[in-house]
């Protein structure tokens, strides 16, 4: 990741303190933090009276201030973390991203055109259930991947061991593209195969070998592990290896199946997005 760009969204009122641990690690590697303090627009109150023909569309009064508060709220904020960066001698910018909840994803995937790495601050999670779920869907139209728990973690960045989940998927392989400048720098990467069908459709006769060798041209130091389920719901399966490995990130495709799917029934995705122990690198 060196020299690159890294988008960063964070919460209103958020701190650099917040994300020390990545704000260090990007100084480090030289790369430029581009922070987006992002937030959510307060929903339009509609009312309307008289007849059908004649009636007419009346917002209250107090709308228009809400929305000004909320634009006040985040400039103070951005303000802030500017000059904190600023006094940090951290190469960053600072912008902010106010949206409607329904076009939020949209207009954070427009402005992850252009940067190496989405990263998810931690508190950006603890607040607007529409801000976390915008972020996450802005994963399905931007090229770049998402990284969450990675904003205290110190070797979210620079990883000596990453696990990389992979079931010869799309997803699946755009995170290991996403995530090649981190896994040509780690000491070990383990190539993780879950429940492999060792077929030509589908993981190959030797499931997980092909990427093996793929990310052994690029110089990177690798292991193929396949792993037996054992009926357990995967996402729990890759945070148990991932444990047992020492892994410092893992990396993974995203919405596999379904979002709705999984929203309703649950899944591997939803699981790792959920918990808060392991970074991990995302892809769609």
């Known amino acids: 990741m060196r020299n690159a760009t890294i988008r960063l969204l964070v919460e209103s009122g958020a701190r650099a303190d917040d994300f020390a641990a990545l704000r260090e690690g990007a100084q480090a590697l030289g790369a430029h933090l581009s922070v987006l303090v992002l937030g959510a627009l307060p929903r339009m ?55 409607e909840p329904a076009a939020l994803g949209a207009a954070i995937a427009r402005r992850a055109l252009l940067c190496d790495l989405v990263a998810m601050s931690d508190g950006l999670r603890d607040g607007d259930g529409a801000v976390v779920a915008a972020a996450q869907s802005a994963l399905f139209h931007m090229p770049a991947g998402l990284l969450v728990n990675g904003a205290r973690q110190p070797r979210a960045l620079q990883p000596r061991r990453v696990l990389l989940a992979w079931n010869s998927g799309l997803p699946a392989a755009r995170a290991a593209h996403a995530a090649l400048p981190l896994l040509r720098a780690a000491a070990e990467v383990t190539v993780a195969v879950f429940d492999p069908v060792a077929t030509t459709l589908r993981d190959g006769e030797n499931p997980g070998s092909d990427m093996a060798r793929w990310l052994s041209h690029h110089g990177c130091r690798v292991e193929v592990q396949q792993y037996p389920g054992g009926g357990a719901e995967i996402g729990r399966a890759i945070l148990d290896r991932a444990r ?41």
């Not at 107090?62 to 929305?67: K, Q």
């Not at 000059?83 to 001698?89: F, I, K, M, S, Y």
């Not at 892994?247 to 919405?255: E, N, P, S």
């Open 45 to 99: 109150p509609v009312y309307a009276g008289g007849a059908a023909e004649y009636g007419v569309v009346a917002f209250p009064q107090d709308w228009s201030d809400e929305i000004a508060a909320a634009e006040a709220e985040l400039a103070a904020s951005a303000v802030s973390l500017r000059e904190e960066l600023a006094r940090e001698g951290c190469s960053a910018e600072v912008e902010i991203l106010l949206a």
């Open 244 to 284: 047992e490995r020492a892994a410092d990130l893992i990396v993974m495709g995203a919405w596999e199946h379904s979002r709705m799917r999984e929203l309703i029934l649950g899944g591997t995705t939803r699981t790792m997005m959920a918990q808060t122990e392991h970074p991990v690198l995302f892809a769609h």
